[in-house]
């Protein structure tokens, strides 16, 4: 699988690959480099830095919407 890098030195992942990782758009990936060149994948969640959406998460036993959630707007200080 062959991607582009723009002038912006961007690069845009082929959509398989992005859905293998489980990422979207918001999302980060880590790149780690190696002794057989870099490694690339999604970065983890620091379950520390969830702490302040504690209050948020209902507990009256309902299902939790994980989509709705992502989509609604949070401080920007509690992504990774």
Known sequence: ?????TSKRQ????ARVL???GVRPGDQLELE???DGFTLR?????????APLSGKIRRDGGPF???SFRDQSHDPALRD
Request: charged share 20%.
């Open 1 to 5: 699988m062959i991607v582009t890098i």
């Open 11 to 14: 690069v845009t992942f082929p």
């Open 19 to 21: 859905n293998a990782l």
């Open 33 to 35: 480099e190696g002794p």
């Open 42 to 50: 999604p970065r983890q969640i620091n379950p520390s830095r969830l």
């Open 65 to 67: 919407d994980l989509e």
